[in-house]
Structures are given as structure tokens and as C-alpha cells.
């Protein structure tokens, strides 16, 4: 149940219980997860990267797959931010405080958080895709000193669709990462950051980094990739530096079921964070 | 072997386990289970379903729970035995085996595959038959016993200890020795057969490339419109193994299971994620996964492209989307555009 172990030993679909310590809304229709594995030892052995994904299970609805949105730098439990758009979530969301549900992995190849040492960073997520790269952040905060300037982006479309506001506004204070919170729309009157889209924030970070030295991670809706590349692509950032995390449909998580090919990768085994530069030529990615 | 003391050598593997074999079934042929030798019939080219029905069977369950609780289900123990297996579908088999027995094992098909004993038969081709392109029409493993059928006499290969162990269990049925003309009989007949293949996929072994040049090619286009989505060439295609997890509740809403099912990627919804996302919409991007990855992207992960050249898909698509009619029009394609194909 390690992702650090040998693969041969995630060779079953055998699921572990895990209790739900917190709920919380994060907007209308998302909610925050923390869960903590029942079976001690399995808790203190349950590794992961930031990018990873773990499997629910729900017998009688089914198994679905959600990114995990906690640091493995803060033990001991483990977080998701899930929206309610299908008939399993449906199910996940009448679970309470104290409930328990199967969960099986980590799975995927995260992001290497070592490999990125001494770089500059830009994260840009919108949507849902802060879910993902929260951990990505969260890891950043906890050990900063080894990452040099590090920026984070986050669209939303309104301020109430803003996915860990709360969270992202006090890294906003910390200030320990650069933090850019924008909205296309403000519906409020009242949001003090940026209205429009984060690509209009990108930019601005040309005269800040040193491109060479800089890695683009990105996670959001199909349609924002494109147009975050090609801002990205502007400020010279090497193709093989810019990393992305994308969704599939998946159901076995083990590079078995076929779901989730993209070209002649499996998404939940050689992904779900691809570089720019590997996945470019395959047309049908976005 | 002697062909007469063919009927004793197949009650004798029959003791080891449930026994399955080719049956005429109104025309066509099915791997049937076998109780007495007369159902056998072995002068047949394909079976509507391959043998992969053994290994990851349509529809099968993984886990049974009930309100508090469940258990995984893992397949019988019962050893099956499949016999007439024809070397197309055994190398089908080795490139499931690679899939699902790689790195990460799947334990359901782990089980199965320790329990099932392939028993090889040699065959003769008909005109949609492409495994001598596919270089898929001989076999050197990858089957436990393999029987070549010649005139008079069968001989018999060895491929595994579980094939041995039944070879020495059939001593007094099996001569030791094969005799020079024996040998001279059976190159005379590899030769007959190698020229008895009539349809060929000419460009296959660039096949990779062509497919590469024609991404955007209108051809896809053209066969995406005449796909019915319906998948069947999935059902039959010997190496599609793509599978969807369902989970179904009892009436009395307090036990249910979780099953797997075949899928095809040909079919809609296959690429569709929560919020009704779907990454390939059209039949086109559907159909063009199914071809590039059995064709194109199997080499980059496995060293070869992962059809058989069964002849299936030739034989049941209703409208005539097969790997002969898809690697044609590409072919022509690439030599229409660019003069690459001289050859």
C-alpha cells in the first residue's frame, strides 16, 4: 500500500478502511475530505508524492479515483477536495464525520518534489485543479528553503467557486509562496485580488524568474491548459519543464483496464503528471 | 501419435481437469466444454470468442459484500484445460500474459492462468487469415502441449513441465522417436501451408510509421462514420482486454457484488469522467484509439504490435472496419501524399 515499495507489491485491489476525521464545504457543490487509516501501521506506512491519486470504494455504488490534496510532509492523515458531479460522489457526500470508506493506492507517478530543488516555480491551477497542486503547495510551505522563488496562480470563476479560499488567503498572508488569487468574474464587488483569467497573471513573472531554472506545474479545466502553455511557452520555459497533471477515466489504477490511455500511456501508471515536451504531439490530450 | 490412439490421449487430459475444445456450433465454432471425444471437431479457423474467455471471461465477479462487510472473490481452483488452440491465439495469450502478469499482476487473471492448460493445434489457413504478416502463425511457447496434425500421425510438442508431466503420463500412447520421414512429412507441410495464405497486409511492418503520417488523415473520418459503435470487434479481437468495474445491488438491497466486464474503447462513454466530460466523443477518435493502440502504440510498450492476424475482426465487424481495410486505406493514403512506398 506504498508507493516507495516495489510495484509488485500493489498487486491486489485489496482496499483499507479509513475513518473520516473532518468534513467541510469548500464551495457549493465541493467538499473537504480528511481521512486517517484505521489499521495503524498502515497509516504510518501510507507514502505518497503530491500529484498522486488514491481509489475510493463504495461497494453497492462503485470505486472512484481522487487526488489526493494533503503534503505527505504533514503525517498522519490524508485530504481531498471532491466535487459533487456523479452518482459515486452523490453517495460519498451522504457519509458524515466518523463514517468509514475503502480506499486502495496511492497510485500514479506524482511529481518529484526532490528533482525540483533550487528552481524557480510557477503553479497555476484553476478550478478544481487546486486540488492537486494544494499539495504541491502545502509541500513548498513545509520545507521552503529548498525551492527558490516560488509563484502560485489560482482561478476561479466567481469567488464563491474559489476552491480552499480560506486556505489560499492565508498563504496569501504567509507570504512564503507568492500567492495570486484571481477570479474571471467578481459577482460580490468585494473580492480584493485579481479579476480575469490566470493566464493574464503570467506575464508579469517574466522579469522575475530565471526561465531556464523555471518549472511550470499546472492542473485545472481541459480547456486552460492551451492557453496557460502558450503564456508559459513566452517566457521560455523548457518544454521538459513544464509539468501537468490530467484527468481520466480510470477504473483499475494498475495500467490494466485501458481507460485511461493517452497515445501509448497509461494516465494512471505513467501519469497522471506528464512534462509538456512528452505529451505534446499527442493530439487528442486536452 | 498415431491418430488412433488420438481419442485415449484426450480422455487421458480430460482426468486433469475440465476439458474445453472446438465445437460446430450452426456453422461456427466455439471453444465448448467437452464431455465425450465425438463433439471435438478440429477442422476449423477461428472460434467466434479466442481463448482469452478462459482467462478474462465477459462478465466475471471481484468482490461480494453485504451491509457490514465484504470479500474479494477469486476465481476456482478447478484446473481447464483448453484443447485446438491455434497459434494466433496463443500468441494472443502471451500478449495478455505480458499485460497483466508484468509488473503489476492482476490476481484474477494470475489465478486463472495458473489453472488453465493450453493444449496447441495446428491449422491451415483461409482467406482471412493475416497471422503470416502478423508473423503470428507459428508458435514456439506459450502453450503447455502443442499437436500438429499431419496425415497419418500427430506430433506433439513439449512447451511447459505441466505439458511434460502429461507427455510422460501418456508415454504408451506417444512413439519416442520420430523417424527422418517424419520430419521430411512435417517440413513438406510447413512449406504447403506457408503458401497457403492468400490475404496479406503488405504494409504492416511500417504499419507504425503509416499510422504516425495519417493522424490527421480524412481516413479515419471515412471509417468513424461507417462504425456502428458496437464494439464487436472488441468482443472478438483475441488481445482486447479493456475492462469495466460495475458494482450491482440484490433485490434485497443488503448484498451485492462487484463485477468486471469487457469494454471497448469503440463504445460511447468509454473516455467519459465525472462532470460528463468526454475525451473522445466522435466515433472517429474511438475508433482511431482502437486501431493506433493495437497497431502503433503496443510496439512502443511491448516490442510488437498486438494483433494475431486471426482473421476476427475481418470475419465479424458488420461494416467492414478490420485491420486489412484500416492498414489499406492508410497505406494508400501515405502513397498518395508523400512517395515513400516504392517497395
Known sequence: MTASKDKEEISTYKTQPAEILAIRDLTDDTRYFKLRCKDITMNKDFQYRPGQFVIFSLPGVGEATFSLSSTPTRRDFIEFGIRKVGSFTEALFKLKKGDTIDIRGPYGDGFEMEDLRGRDLIIVSGGLGAVPLRSVLLYIEDRREEYNKVFFLNGARSPKDMLYKRDFIAMNQRQIIDTHLAVDEDDTGEWPYNVGFVTQLIPKLGELIDSENTTAIICGPPIMYKFVIQELLKLNIPKDQILMTLERRMKCGQGHCGHCAVGGRYTCLEGPVFTYYDVQHIKELI | ?????????????????????????????????????????????????????????????????????????????????????????????????????????????????????????????????????????????????????????????????????????????????????????????????????????????????????????????????????????????????????????????????????????????????????????????????YYTHKLKEYIGRWGQPSCVGCGRCIAYCPVDINVITVSNALFEEVCETQEVCDQ
Open chain 2, 1 to 289: 501419435m498415431s491418430k488412433e490412439k488420438f481419442p485415449e490421449f484426450v480422455e487421458l487430459i480430460k482426468s486433469k481437469g475440465k476439458l474445453f475444445g472446438p465445437v460446430k456450433q450452426k456453422e461456427k465454432y466455439s471453444f465448448e466444454e467437452i464431455k465425450d471425444f465425438s463433439e471435438l471437431d478440429f477442422d476449423y479457423q477461428r472460434t467466434i470468442i479466442s481463448p482469452k474467455k478462459f482467462i478474462t471471461p465477459a462478465k466475471y465477479s471481484t468482490l461480494r459484500f453485504v451491509k457490514f462487510g465484504q470479500t474479494e472473490v477469486l476465481p476456482d481452483d478447478e484446473p481447464q484445460i483448453v484443447m485446438g488452440v491455434h497459434p494466433c491465439d496463443i500468441h494472443a495469450i502471451k500478449i495478455l500474459d505480458r499485460l497483466f502478469l508484468g509488473n503489476i499482476k492482476d490476481p484474477y487473471y494470475a489465478k486463472r492462468r495458473e489453472n488453465l492448460i493450453i493444449i496447441g493445434h495446428s491449422c491451415l489457413p483461409d482467406d482471412k487469415c493475416v497471422c503470416q504478416s502478423t508473423g503470428t502463425d507459428m508458435v514456439e511457447d506459450g502453450f503447455d502441449l502443442f499437436l500438429t496434425e499431419l496425415d497419418d500421425f500427430y506430433l506433439l510438442w513439449v512447451g511447459s513441465d505441466k505439458g511434460l508431466g502429461i507427455a510422460i503420463e501418456a508415454e504408451n500412447l506417444l512413439e519416442e522417436n520420430v523417424s527422418e520421414e517424419e520430419i521430411q512429412e512435417y517440413v513438406r507441410w510447413q512449406q504447403e501451408r506457408s503458401s497457403m495464405f492468400t490475404t496479406s497486409i503488405p504494409s504492416y511492418k511500417y504499419l507504425a510509421d503509416i499510422i504516425h503520417l495519417n493522424y490527421d488523415s480524412d481516413v479515419w473520418e471515412q471509417f468513424g462514420e461507417k462504425c456502428l459503435s458496437c464494439g464487436t470487434c472488441s468482443l472478438v479481437c483475441p488481445t482486447c482486454n479493456c475492462f469495466h468495474v460495475d458494482d450491482k445491488i440484490m433485490m434485497n438491497a443488503e448484498e451485492g457484488i462487484r463485477e468486471r466486464m469487457l469494454d471497448s474503447c469503440t463504445l460511447p462513454y468509454y473516455s467519459m469522467v465525472a462532470g460528463n466530460h468526454d475525451f473522445r466523443p466522435d466515433r472517429t477518435a474511438r475508433l482511431k484509439l
